[in-house]
């Protein structure tokens, strides 16, 4: 089954461009498209996408304030930030609203087509230069020791990009069992995303890096 995927661009030559290529990839079904943030979330409701390709700088309503909405009224809804900006405020603001990734406008398409895969199945997508900037605002938890062993293990696996089935298949745990596994991480965190979490796994020093797959 095709992922459904919504772009957001409020440039017509850019929306063009994405759904020639991404066209042409079997795996990806172009649903929709808008120019500003403000059809962005209309269109979710109506449309059911996997995947938004959301640019930040849009008029009516920025991709920022729209990731925030959409996250709030559809949560299984992964929103990548797709743009041209490469700024502290930027990054950080679109991965606290919700969004799942962050991804610069010179990503190749054969990358890009990836990264929507990915965060279809709950991978975190991160152009390396977003990563820096937002990991100098993820301060570690004061107390990380609250996490089990069995959280920091799965923190890990998450951390490195893996779906809650590829955790469940490395640890050799149900599915429903890595969901609240990775749901209390998000808690005793105090985040609202993987991506965030992951960030926090790197902060904590349980794996060294974190980028885009």
Same mark, same amino acid.
């Given at each position: 089954?095709? @992922?459904?995927?919504?772009?957001?661009?409020?440039?017509? *030559?850019?929306?063009?461009?994405?759904?020639?290529?991404?066209?042409?990839?079997? /795996?990806?079904?172009? *649903?929709?498209?808008? +120019?500003?943030?403000?059809?962005? !979330?209309?269109?979710?409701?109506?449309?059911?996408?996997? !995947?938004?390709?959301?640019?930040? &700088?849009?008029?009516?309503?920025?991709?920022?304030?729209? @990731?925030?909405? @959409?996250?709030?009224?559809?949560?299984?809804?992964?929103?990548?930030?797709?743009?041209?900006? &490469?700024?502290?405020?930027?990054?950080?603001?679109? *991965?606290?609203?919700?969004?799942?990734?962050?991804?610069?406008?010179?990503?190749?398409?054969? /990358?890009?087509?990836?990264?929507?895969?990915?965060?279809?199945?709950?991978?975190?997508?991160?152009?390396?230069?977003?990563? !820096?900037?937002?990991? #100098?605002?993820?301060?570690?938890?004061?107390?990380?020791? =609250?996490?089990? +062993?069995?959280?920091?293990?799965?923190? !890990? /696996?998450?951390?490195?990009?893996?779906?809650?089935?590829? @955790?469940?298949?490395?640890? =050799?745990?149900?599915?429903?069992?890595?969901?609240?596994?990775? =749901?209390?991480?998000?808690?005793?965190?105090?985040?609202?995303?993987?991506?965030?979490?992951?960030?926090?796994? *790197? #902060?904590?020093?349980?794996?060294?890096?974190?980028?885009?797959?």
């Amino acid at each position: 089954m095709a @992922i459904r995927v919504l772009i957001v661009d409020d440039h017509a *030559v850019v929306r063009q461009g994405l759904k020639m290529f991404l066209a042409l990839d079997g /795996e990806l079904e172009i *649903v929709g498209e808008a +120019e500003n943030g403000e059809q962005a !979330v209309r269109l979710c409701g109506e449309l059911s996408p996997d !995947v938004v390709l959301m640019d930040l &700088l849009m008029p009516v309503l920025d991709g920022v304030s729209a @990731i925030a909405q @959409i996250k709030t009224r559809w949560p299984d809804v992964e929103i990548v930030a797709l743009t041209s900006v &490469l700024e502290d405020s930027a990054v950080v603001g679109a *991965v606290r609203a919700g969004a799942i990734g962050y991804l610069l406008k010179d990503t190749r398409s054969d /990358e890009l087509c990836r990264a929507i895969k990915s965060a279809a199945a709950g991978q975190v997508q991160l152009a390396p230069q977003a990563a !820096v900037f937002l990991m #100098r605002e993820v301060r570690a938890p004061e107390a990380p020791e =609250s996490l089990t +062993e069995r959280e920091k293990e799965v923190l !890990v /696996e998450l951390a490195a990009g893996k779906s809650n089935k590829e @955790i469940a298949a490395a640890l =050799s745990l149900g599915d429903k069992t890595v969901k609240t596994h990775v =749901s209390n991480i998000l808690s005793k965190l105090g985040v609202q995303s993987r991506t965030q979490a992951a960030l926090h796994a *790197v #902060r904590l020093g349980l794996v060294p890096t974190l980028g885009a797959s």
